[in-house]
């Protein structure tokens, strides 16, 4: 397996965000794929359930699934999911893909073969984007998410998904940070058009950062791919 090969086909992460009830449905799709890399997650949509209830959107537990594969499997992936999963349906689920800018050469190795030993008769669906979208992670105290959210939204964001986490830090950071790092923490992932970015991230900054009580961080990644944003499928060139 050449180097060349490894260039031409990068190795990316596919996140799936979907309604808790719908997580078997992504799981079997990786499992016939044989995506060699899934993490499985639970995590929670921005509206309480009353709202879901009251407009039919979707759950607010969320199943959320990250894998690492090839570029190809992703797409071929994005498509089959576009055939077999209503992701337009508003409050339904979204996925996305990013690029990765390294692994272990074990890892890469794990992919390609996975993608060559992969059989899919499907045509690769694609409707190119004019609009990039990134993905915003905020890393804040726990119990912050909702009003993350608020501050987000207030700045162009349409939605975000909660996963719960514990942090843990060296004594040398914390000195050097003048904080103390509290365990429970709160993941807040917002996918968004890149040119909603900035204001989101400077808005959240601002009211949760490390000067403030939420003692939060936050970055943003840029999204190779999406879909259930209102449109089949989304490819994004980033060369």
């Given amino acids: 397996m050449d180097n060349n090969h490894i260039s031409n086909n990068r190795i990316q992460m596919l996140t799936s965000i979907v309604d808790y009830s719908l997580g078997h449905k992504v799981i079997d799709i990786y499992k016939k794929n044989r995506v060699p ?27 959320v699934i990250f894998s690492v594969m090839t570029e190809t499997m992703a797409n071929s992936i994005l498509d089959e999911m576009h055939k077999k999963m209503d992701l337009n349906k508003p409050g339904t689920g979204i996925a996305f893909t990013i690029s990765l800018s390294g692994c272990s050469s074990i890892l890469s190795k794990l992919c390609l073969t996975a993608d060559d030993n992969r059989k899919s008769e499907s045509e690769e669906f694609h409707m190119m984007q004019k609009e990039p979208y990134d993905l915003i992670l905020s890393i804040v105290s726990g119990g912050l998410f909702s009003e993350v959210m608020d501050v987000a939204k207030a700045a162009g964001a349409t939605g975000g998904t909660l996963i719960h986490a514990r942090g843990v830090g060296s004594e040398e950071a914390a000195k050097f940070l003048g904080i103390t790092i509290q365990p429970e923490k709160d993941i807040v992932m917002i996918l968004t058009p890149h040119e909603h970015r900035h204001r989101i991230m400077e808005k959240i900054t601002k009211e949760f950062g490390l000067a403030t009580a939420g003692k939060g961080i936050c970055f943003s990644l840029p999204v ?16």
């Fill in 37 to 63: 890399v899934n993490l499985v997650l639970h995590g929670y949509g921005a509206a309480n359930s009353e709202i879901y209830d009251i407009l039919g959107f979707g759950e607010v537990k969320k199943s």
């Fill in 224 to 239: 190779s791919a999406a879909m259930g944003l209102g449109t089949h499928s989304i490819s994004i060139d980033n060369d």
